[in-house]
């Protein structure tokens, strides 16, 4: 038998961030993780896709050195520091002919969870000045920075669900998507004790999904019709007297303009518009309103499904007119442990612009620049879109394009348009086998990390983030495979930094705080500082410094440090959330004219879902984790599959107005009639023949980016896509 020795860690594939104990061999090898029972926060908590973490450093797929394009077309190995060199020197002279808006860099999912990159990043873009910047974030849940700058944010922080009697969900699966919305450690039990201790659960949601099969009520409505579910439960907040009326005189305006705006909505009328039960919103009206802590909170189904702004809105003012909020005196429940040390204070930051962040793109001119960054869904028009001013380079890290920006046959041609295309990503994608240079990176457990990104999720959304002071500090534990050749993500920036004569301010943090002055920390270029000092700066100011967390591991939990408590309101101070932004409100007049989205022949309507054991495209490729579907499956209540003529196995045409698939039917009972629920991130290279299968398919091949885009983010219709099926021939 080889000995093997086990070392703590934490796992980064997803924003969960397990703590894990990862069994490594003789050889300095990883084989394996488990959750870390004796970690008082997670109490071991984590998943199979976890379990498979240290295979991911390890696998044969892993890229094990850089690779640049040959001038035959195919990659060669290429050392980093002479690809930092060709790339510096190609994007000087992409910029000096050009200007500054021929580059664009995208952040995707994985970026997030790499603090030291994610700052480093930030620093090399603000040197550069640039200014198309495009993350996975406006293909994931931009409504809720537009409906933030709309409402404005209380600067007390919101109830945590630890301590709350009532929690409602829309449009999200905390349970299998461990994303939020039910804290990330060990959802089902934190869950299962809320409910112990009298919590009641609402869910809204087309599908009776993992978590809805634990709620006290389970609203099931027609998918792209939450607008009217939320402001039919806003009114019978009001009608039935549950709203926190001392709070609102304070600290809301546009009270009467929102009771207003939902007075349409009756019981009545949502039951007729979203096919639920009339009794089903008094009914959640009156859990909600009735109880005395809780919060709501959305996730992607409803940014997907066209109305993402309006509905993130609508749970913001559900929150604040029953003033779901921390007030004066209150102690703070999660006061920090990595992040930037900051005031509590019970007032709010008021609304501030939803848009009118700098010029349109040139492919968007109606889409001013907004609070959630530039539209994603754009990007592949910005490289196609002829113009002495078109994108020629682009950055990708921690992102698949072609795996997840909607429309993979137009993501295709753009990435091979682009004169420079850059990935920094470990394993041999679609998106890095279109690219001219791959830069291969050090992996998570080989690299000093820390638990700051989910922690920083707080300035996200309310329900986001830890619901307790916990926070831990990662060590390297393994070296690369042997004879690799490999920089950390952030090293990357750095060296590009160096190479094209910027200096580099390194703020902390990796989202930025409302109403908090991030420290900064101007780095010596000539020196290239240390990953752990890195880490360092990026938790610069935290009211725990990371050094005590390095020094004693087994401390994870704060909760015994001096009591933060919300302050009073500043003296002069009247700032107000705003439940009644017209510019939001006002989709409520398109939403009542009838359903945009609706189109003659299309019969069924495609929603989204997150499958268990993958992550967006990550274990895709690992059979362990593929084992259970094989697929993507094209999910369907077996009443509409014995109608079309389907049993399970087949192959079913899902065909929209934009595109047409081919996928693997699978019985769901668990859904909603008329409806087909598929996960993204799966496929091939458009063109290529595959096996749908095996290799699944990309349901991005459905979605416009052009058609049925959201206001302000431009997010397309992801969700609640009207499909027809037909059996394959
Ligand atoms: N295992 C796993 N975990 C993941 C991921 C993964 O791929 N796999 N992805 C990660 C990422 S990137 C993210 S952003 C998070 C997302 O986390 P979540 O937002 O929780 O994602 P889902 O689990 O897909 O849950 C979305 C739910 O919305 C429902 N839905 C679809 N359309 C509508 C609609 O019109 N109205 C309503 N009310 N509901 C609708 C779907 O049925 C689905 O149950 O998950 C993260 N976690
Ligand atoms: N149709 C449809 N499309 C969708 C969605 C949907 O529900 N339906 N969901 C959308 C959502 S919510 C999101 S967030 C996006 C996801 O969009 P992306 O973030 O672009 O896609 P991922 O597959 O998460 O890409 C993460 C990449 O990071 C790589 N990676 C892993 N570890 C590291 C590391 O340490 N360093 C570096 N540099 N790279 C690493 C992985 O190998 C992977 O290729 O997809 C969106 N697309
Ligand atoms: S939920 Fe699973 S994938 Fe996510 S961090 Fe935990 S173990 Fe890793
Ligand atoms: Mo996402």
Redesign the pocket.
Known sequence: MTKTIEKKSL?R??T???PIVVEIDEAGRPLSARGDKSNPHSEGF??L??KH?PEMHTSPNRLRHSLARTAEGGHARIDPETAMDEIAEKLKAILDRHGRDAVAVYTGTLFYQLPQTAAMATAFMDALRLRLRFSSGTIDQPGKQVAAAAHGQWLGGSHVFDESDVWMLVGTNPLVA?SGGIPHANPARRLERGQARGLELIVIDPRRTETAKRAALHLQPRPGSDPAVLAGILRELIAQDLVDRAFVAENVAGFEILEQAVARFTPEFVAARANVPAEGIRQAARIFGGARRGSATAGTGINMSGWSNLTEYLVLCLNSITGRFRRAGDRVVNPGVLTTRRDFRAQPLPPYPIDGYGKPLRSRPLLPPAVCGLPTSALADEILLEGEDRVRALITIGGNPMRAWPDPIRTKAALERLELHVVVEPRWTDTAQLADYVLAPKLPLETPGSTLSTENLFTVSPALGYSEPYGQYAAPIVAPPEGAELLEDWEFFFGLAQRMGLALELPAGVFPIPGVRTPKTKLDMQRKPASEEVLDLVTKGSRIPLERLRRDPAKVLFADEAPVVVLPREAGNDAKLDVGSSRLLGDLDAFVAGDPFERAGYAYRLVSRRMANT?NSVGTDIDALTRRYGTNPAFVHPDDLAREGLVRGDLVRIASPHGEIEAVAWPDPDLRPGLVSMCHCWGSMPGRSADVRKSGVNIGLLISVEQDCARFSGIPLMSAIPVRLARAP
């Open positions: 796992c594939i997803c969960a961030q397990c984590f998943c896709k976890g973490f461990i992550f």
